[in-house]
Nanobody, 119 residues
Framework: QVQLVESGGGLVQAGGSLRLSCTAS????????MGWYRQAPGKERELVAR???????NYADFVKGRFTISRDNAKNMVYLQMNSLAPEDTAVYYCNTVLPTLDGFRGYWGQGNQVTVSS
């Protein structure tokens, strides 16, 4: 019923930039929050950034000011602008959205796309 479609991943050189996009579609009335997670081989999935409907943002410590998350509420889209990329940023990046339910909320995941940073 709810689908998240991601785009923008790929191969980039160290120091370069990349912009990820995610569009939510389906039976959506409202969205509590949208965000980005990533998972590298042998590591657990970790939060990169998230943004709530009011515009408040949260970033992981490793971002260090390099990334910016933004949201287009009218289009149910979220973006992640990544600058000054480093090889340690190499991972599969997943879009996430949190929707309200009758008794709380529920999260949905995109299919994930690969980001590879070469040195």
């Amino acid at each position: 019923q709810v689908q998240l479609v991601e785009s923008g991943g790929g191969l980039v050189q160290a120091g370069g930039s990349l912009r990820l996009s995610c569009t939510a579609s389906g039976n959506i009335v409202s969205i509590n929050a949208m965000g980005w997670y990533r998972q590298a081989p042998g590591k657990e999935r970790e939060l990169v950034a998230r943004i709530v409907s009011g515009g408040r943002t949260n970033y992981a410590d490793f971002v260090k000011g390099r990334f910016t998350i933004s949201r287009d509420n009218a289009k149910n889209m979220v973006y992640l602008q990544m600058n000054s990329l480093a090889p340690e940023d190499t991972a599969v990046y997943y879009c996430n959205t949190v929707l309200p339910t009758l008794d709380g909320f529920r999260g949905y995941w995109g299919q994930g796309n690969q980001v590879t940073v070469s040195s």
